[in-house]
C-alpha cells in the first residue's frame, strides 16, 4: 500500500503551491477536536502533526508509506509525537484517543455528481468496515473521528508548476465512476519522473453512514460545510 514512494520527495513542494493549506486546516480542527490526546491516521510527511502536537495536543501517528514516515519522522524529530509505520485496519494500541483525525487520508468526502460520497483507497468493504470498527474501538467514550471534504477530481495535464517542475495527474476507470485509479505524476520539461497509482473506491454517504451506525457511532455530522464528525 506505498503509494508514495517515487513521489514522496516532491511532496511537500506539491503542498507549498496551494494543495493544501495546513495552517487553515489546523485552526478549523482546533474548533472540533474533543480533549487532548490524538491519533491521526495518515500524517504523510507529518505537516499537520507538527502542527498539532505544537498547539499542545498529545499526538500518536500512522502512515503506511515507508518514505512518507522518513521524511515524518525527520521533521517530527524533537517533539513528543509517537509515529508509527502501520494501516488502521492492523494498528493496535491499548490506550484510547479523544479525537481520531484523518485529513486528505484514509475516508475524505466528494461533492459529485452522484450526491455526497465517501472515498477511500481501501478498495474492500469488508475492510473499510473493519477500519472503522478499529477507529471505534480506539476511541474513548463519547470520542469523535473526524475526516474531511475533498475537491472532486478534475484530471489536467496542465497541472501544478513548482520550479523546474509539475505535478498533474489522471484517472484511469476500474469498474466505473465508483472504483476508480488515481495515477500522478512529477514531471521536469517533458519527461515524467515519478508516478504514484492509488486505487480508489466510492460509497454513497447513505453506505457509509450505516455501516458506521451498525458499528456503534451515535451519528454521522457535517461541520462547518467540509468535515464529517463520527461520535462515539
Known amino acids: ?7 514522496s520527495p516532491y511532496y511537500d513542494k506539491i503542498t507549498r503551491i496551494g494543495y ?3 495552517s487553515k486546516v489546523y485552526n478549523d480542527l482546533k474548533k472540533l477536536i474533543k480533549g487532548k490526546k490524538i491519533l491521526e491516521l495518515g500524517v ?10 505544537k498547539g499542545g495536543f498529545d499526538v500518536t501517528g500512522i502512515e503506511v508509506s515507508k518514505p512518507m514516515f522518513k521524511i515524518a519522522k525527520k521533521r517530527l524529530a524533537g517533539t513528543k509525537v509517537k509515529l508509527f509505520l502501520k494501516d488502521i485496519i492492523n494498528f493496535k494500541k491499548k490506550e484510547n484517543f479523544d479525537t481520531i483525525i484523518s485529513h486528505a487520508s ?16 481501501i478498495t474492500n468493504k469488508r475492510n473499510i468496515k473493519r477500519a472503522l470498527e478499529n477507529i471505534y474501538n480506539s476511541l474513548k467514550e463519547e470520542g469523535i473521528f473526524i475526516f474531511d471534504f475533498y475537491p472532486e477530481h478534475n484530471p489536467s495535464k496542465r497541472g501544478f508548476k513548482f520550479g523546474k517542475y509539475k505535478y498533474w495527474f489522471e484517472i484511469k476507470q476500474n469498474k466505473g465512476m465508483w472504483d476508480f485509479i488515481k495515477i500522478n505524476h512529477i514531471q521536469k520539461g517533458d519527461k515524467i519522473i515519478a508516478t504514484s497509482k492509488i486505487h480508489k473506491i466510492r460509497l454513497s454517504r447513505k453506505e457509509f453512514e450505516n455501516i458506521s451506525l451498525r458499528i456503534g457511532f451515535k451519528s ?9 464528525i463520527l461520535e462515539k
Do not use: A, P
Not at 484514509?106 to 483507497?121: D, H, M, P
Open 220 to 228: 454521522m455530522k457535517t461541520r462547518f460545510g467540509k468535515y464529517i
Open 1 to 7: 500500500m506505498d503509494f508514495y514512494s517515487e513521489i
Open 106 to 121: 484514509i475516508f475524505v468526502v466528494i461533492k459529485s455528481k452522484e450526491g455526497l460520497v465517501i472515498e477511500s483507497y
Open 20 to 22: 493544501m493549506n495546513y
Open 44 to 53: 504523510g510527511t507529518g505537516n499537520l502533526t507538527k502542527l498539532l502536537t
